[in-house]
């Protein structure tokens, strides 16, 4: 997908970038690039797979989720930024929380959101599991979002308990959605989510499929949850 491929499928999908916006997607994949000769970011750098299996991909959210207001989002395990930096190019007004787990991805973080002149957006070095334990963010967030980070089962107790009441959580899936939510429904109902839909569909030109799940807030996550850093992934809620 090439840029201007990208920027036409967005406008198919009723998103229309402006060349302020154009400009900051292609600083984006610069930057990235080179930030990656450094560390490792992604195994994907070539400049078409970028803006089709990055940009666009984390861009679907907004096809079934609704990212026009002003919302509080945070991004649990964001990495190069992924999904939540696509979306607040796309939509300014969202106010973006980052969480991840590595520090040199944080410090890419902020040089990326200072080149690119991004406004409310702030980069945390933490684990999940101890920011969703902090009374600053604890059940704070209108989104919540996760892209390619843990299994449901974990990633519901992560990312459930900074998701206020009536607020929503999107997991961001590819082909095994359907298996992983059936293993991950008592985590959801534990930690007061309700599945509210899932779709599936396929990214354009190579087809792959991925699956965008919603999750909706509906009672307050016990405190309890998360437990211990560590402890989710080697003994999820089943």
């Not at 974990?154 to 997991?171: D, Y």
Request: hydrophobic residues 40%; contains cysteine.
């Amino acid at each position: 997908m090439t840029p201007i491929q990208f920027a036409d499928q967005l406008y198919e999908k009723g998103i229309t970038l402006n060349k302020e916006q154009l400009e900051q997607f292609a600083a984006y994949y610069r930057i990235l690039v080179e930030w990656n000769e450094k560390m490792n970011l992604t195994a994907i750098t070539a400049v078409e797979e970028v803006y089709l299996k990055h940009f666009y991909d984390s861009i679907t959210a907004a096809l079934y989720a609704d990212f026009s207001r002003p919302a509080r989002i945070c991004d649990v395990g964001a990495g190069a930024g992924f999904p939540s930096i696509p979306l607040k190019i796309c939509f300014p007004e969202l106010q973006v929380t980052i969480v991840d787990s590595l520090k040199k991805r944080i410090g890419f973080l902020n040089h990326l959101s200072m080149e690119l002149g991004l406004s409310g957006v702030a980069f945390y070095h933490d684990r999940a599991e101890n920011f969703g334990k902090k009374a600053d963010f604890r059940e704070k967030f209108d989104i919540v979002t996760a892209r390619a980070v843990a299994r449901m089962s974990v990633l519901s107790e992560l990312c459930l308990p900074l998701c206020k009441k009536g607020g929503i959580f999107i997991a961001m899936k590819g082909a095994q959605a359907n298996e992983e939510l059936q293993e991950g429904k008592t985590a959801i109902e534990v930690c007061g989510g309700e599945i509210q839909d899932v779709h599936h569909f396929h990214l354009p030109n190579e087809n792959s499929e991925r699956s965008i799940m919603l999750i909706e807030k509906k009672r307050k996550t016990p405190k309890k949850y998360p437990r211990k850093a560590g402890t989710p992934n080697k003994d999820p809620i089943v």
